[in-house]
T-cell receptor, first 116, second 114 residues
């Protein structure tokens, strides 16, 4: 099993450009998450999806959109990138937060995004 | 949201036991305590989770007093490879919006020396 995979690993954008970060998991998990981590900081939740077809805002959703394409894939889109969105983006998944009392999240390797 | 407070950094030596304490004074009845480990340029990795008393697995132990206002992650006989950032999280693990209630703080940067 690959676990949680993310593409691309690195990306440089100019202000105003758009791009989509891809995430996929092969663990048959229902819940998926997008976080951002700024240098020296903890992770902040951008959006999450408790199940296929549902998405909800986290702590810092402004400037982002998400799409839960199917159970495996959860993408994050930046419509008009800004320098403040320079960060490392992590995708994660867990079994089913609605039902399980054991809520271990499995993280991908991250995407390092720089917006000039 | 249950806020957590943990030391910014800690140093120790190989072979020592390391205890990292986390304060969470406003923990709610249905909140669990979870610890993650993060190495540079990697995503966090789950270490241990507990609700009360003591939990032990092959990697660490988690001690939670009766009032649950704090918790201590104990790493036995650390090695250089335990150098990482450790995050204490407090929040519900069930319920539709539980993910939005789990906050990663800044973590504790643990440095292990030879």
């Amino acid at each position: 099993n690959a676990g949680v995979t993310q593409t691309p690993k690195f990306q440089v954008l100019k202000t105003g450009q758009s791009m989509t970060l891809q995430c996929a998991q092969d663990m048959n998990h229902n819940s998926m998450y997008w976080y951002r981590q700024d240098p020296g900081m903890g992770l902040r939740l951008i959006y999450y999806s408790a199940s296929e077809g549902t998405t909800d805002k986290g702590e810092v959703p402004n400037g982002y959109n998400v799409s839960r394409l199917n159970k495996r894939e959860f993408s994050l889109r930046l419509e008009s990138a800004a320098p403040s969105q320079t960060s490392v983006y992590f995708c994660a998944s867990s079994e089913d937060q609605r039902l399980s009392s054991y809520n271990e999240q499995f993280f991908g390797p991250g995407t390092r995004l720089t917006v000039l | 949201l249950a806020k957590t407070t943990q030391p910014i950094s800690m140093d120790s030596y190989e072979g020592q036991e390391v205890n990292i304490t986390c304060s969470h004074n406003n923990i709610a009845t249905n909140d669990y305590i979870t610890w993650y480990q993060q190495f540079p340029s990697q995503g966090p990795r789950f270490i241990i989770q507990g609700y009360k008393t003591k939990v032990t697995n092959e990697v660490a132990s988690l001690f939670i007093p009766a009032d649950r206002k704090s918790s201590t992650l104990s790493l036995p006989r650390v090695s250089l490879s335990d150098t990482a950032v450790y995050y204490c999280l407090v929040g519900p693990t069930t319920g539709y919006s539980s993910a939005s209630k789990i906050i990663f703080g800044s973590g504790t940067r643990l440095s292990i020396r030879p």
